[in-house]
Each structure stands twice: as C-alpha cells, then as structure tokens.
C-alpha cells in the first residue's frame, strides 16, 4: 500500500470517508493553552506543598536575614566586651609592668576608642521626609523618592564635621567609631561594623559644644543637606546633652582585607 493511500482523506477515486479525525489548528491551540495551565498549576502547588507562600514564616527575605544576621554580631560584640573587660581585670593585677607603661597603654586605648570616654557631648540626629513630602519653597521641583531618604554622605558629613570640630570620641547609635569604621547605607538602611540600623539616626560627639556646632555650621556638605531640609522636610536636630559616657569600642579590631586570587 502506498503512502498517499495511507493519507486521510485521500484514495484512488479521490472520495470516501477520511480515515482518521481532522484537529484543527485551533482546536491544538487550545488543547496546548489546558496542558500550560496544569502544568502551572502543579509546579505552584508542588512549591507551595499546600501552603500559603505569602505566609510561609520558613522562607524568609533577605531584610530578615540582615536583621538576624545583626542580632548576632550585637551579642557577639557584647560578649568580646565582657570579656575584654575580664582580661583588663587581670591585667591591672601584678603582671610586671612599670606605672609608666601602664599609663603609656591607658593613653594608646583612649586614643584607639576601645576604652569608655565621658565629657560633655552633642547629639545630631537626621531622619528621613515624610512620604508625602511637598516641595516647601517656591522654585524648587516636586520631590524624587531619592530625596527624600537619608543618604550615606549625609551620615560621613557629619561624622567629618565632628572630627574637624575637634570631637574626642563619636558614638553612631549605640556604637563607638573608630579609625578603621566605615559608616555605609544599603538603600535606605544604616550598616556599621556587621550590624543593621534604620532611621532616625542619632551621632553622638564628645568634646566642646561650641566648636562643634560650629563646625556642623561651617560644613560645605551639611550646608547643602540644609537646603533638602527646609524645602523637603529631611529631619536635622542638634541638642547639647551635657555630660555622657561613650561606649568603649567592642568589636574586633583585625583588619580584613582582599588577597588576590592565586
């Protein structure tokens, strides 16, 4: 038998019932459209395995993890403290050094920041606008989402200012800064040595009030910060706090850097 014969519709007289069914072109479309959607529905029930995915506490998002991740490196801190503190204990003890030495090393941790500073301090404390923030002032366009949020050069820009203002010791939330500290925004969030922080933010300086205000005043970048201030709303406090105790630094002080791939 040849092949046309085999054909449906097809025979030697050229008539007769075909001898197979006749699908459509759209008659598949739509058979191919069902097989797509069964498909969809069993890989979202298979992921899901009968739960809501929305709800599902065990797949957590990467802020979750940040913030766990925080959690531990603050008990971590706390607990290298706690035993700093153990280890000055016993070194105060006998331990063969002269008053001199002693008092060469009492200096040389001041000056790292790992030992607690109190003296009279001011606070500056930045926030970000309101959602719904307007432009205040004639002239100036409607804010971009951008401007509204504090940025990691608005933070450096004070720290910086504090130091030229002859601060002795600075305080970012509840940590002291040393000279390895590096003070870096992820969106809008504040990440500073391991740890995780949202707005508002609060600086803490030790040292003279005057000079420091002044030196918040003479600053070319919180000048500018000033501007987003009046028109958008940004937050910016400064108050004298009189008498305050800084935290030692607690966290580890070896230094981690990149080593080129061998």
């Known amino acids: 038998m040849s092949n046309s014969a085999d054909s449906p519709g097809t025979g030697s007289t050229g008539s007769g019932p075909s001898r197979g069914p006749r699908f459509r072109p759209v008659r598949i479309l739509t058979i191919?459209?069902?097989?797509?959607?069964?498909?969809?529905?069993?890989?979202?029930?298979?992921?899901?395995?009968?739960?809501?995915?929305?709800?599902?506490?065990?797949?957590?998002?990467?802020?979750?993890?940040?913030?766990?991740r925080s959690r531990k490196n603050k008990g971590l801190d706390e607990s290298n403290a706690a035993l700093r503190d153990s280890v000055d204990a016993l070194a105060e003890g006998d331990d063969g050094s002269t008053r001199a030495q002693d008092e060469k090393l009492r200096g040389l941790e001041d000056t790292a920041g790992t030992q607690k500073l109190t003296g009279k301090a001011i606070s500056v404390t930045l926030n970000d606008a309101?959602?719904?923030?307007?432009?205040?002032?004639?002239?100036?366009?409607?804010?971009?989402?951008?401007?509204?949020?504090?940025?990691?050069?608005?933070l450096q820009a004070v720290v910086n200012a504090l130091w030229q203002g002859g601060a002795k010791g600075i305080k970012v939330m509840d940590q002291r800064l040393i000279s390895t500290s590096a003070v870096r925004c992820v969106g809008n969030t504040l990440i500073l040595q391991g740890r995780v922080y949202s707005p508002p933010y609060k600086i803490t300086a030790v040292g003279d009030p005057g000079k420091l205000q002044q030196a918040l005043a003479a600053s070319k970048a919180i000048q500018t910060y000033m501007v987003y201030v009046n028109v958008y709303g940004l937050g910016w406090k400064v108050t004298e706090d009189g008498t305050v105790t800084l935290p030692g630094y607690s966290g580890t002080v070896d230094l981690h850097y990149a080593k080129p791939v061998e």
């Open 130 to 154: 309101p959602p719904n923030a307007t432009a205040k002032l004639p002239g100036y366009p409607e804010p971009q989402p951008d401007y509204l949020v504090i940025h990691q050069q608005d």
């Open 32 to 68: 191919a459209v069902f097989a797509l959607a069964g498909l969809i529905f069993f890989t979202s029930f298979n992921t899901a395995k009968g739960t809501d995915i929305r709800q599902d506490g065990s797949l957590l998002k990467l802020s979750d993890l940040i913030q766990e």
